[in-house]
């Protein structure tokens, strides 16, 4: 079982900056994050596959948000940049067993509890 736990969520400014960390028990293959706001659905954020070579993100993130990870792949990282107040939500970290970077989280075997971030206006 991988238990995943993500820390650095907090409140900032828009156009501020905020890292966001998820540190997984065993090296997994696929890590990726997640995010959902109040009121809305999950929605893919990024996601790293396993040598850390390839990676995805949503069109609403792309250029400001940057995703790696460590050369144990134990810890994954999201840099964000440049936040918007729609930005705010909980952002899960995920992690699958599986070499394919999906942007369903039906494909993702292990979640985290979530961080908090909010962004004001």
């Known amino acids: 079982q991988v238990q995943l736990v993500e820390s650095g969520g907090g409140l900032v400014q828009a156009g501020g900056s905020l890292r966001i960390s998820c540190a997984a028990s065993?090296?997994?293959?696929?890590m990726g994050w997640f995010r959902q706001a109040p009121g809305k659905e999950r929605e893919f954020v990024a996601a790293i596959s396993w040598s850390g070579d390839n990676t995805a993100y949503a069109n609403s993130v792309k250029g400001r948000f940057t995703i790696s990870r460590d050369n144990a792949k134990i810890t994954m990282i999201l840099q964000m940049n440049s936040l918007k107040p729609e930005d705010t939500a909980v952002y899960y970290c995920?992690?699958?067993?599986?070499?394919?970077?999906?942007?369903?989280?039906?494909?993702?075997?292990?979640w985290g509890q979530g961080t908090q971030v909010t962004v004001s206006s």
């Open positions: 995920a992690a699958s067993t599986v070499d394919r970077l999906s942007q369903s989280d039906r494909y993702y075997d292990y």
């Open positions: 065993i090296r997994t293959v696929t």
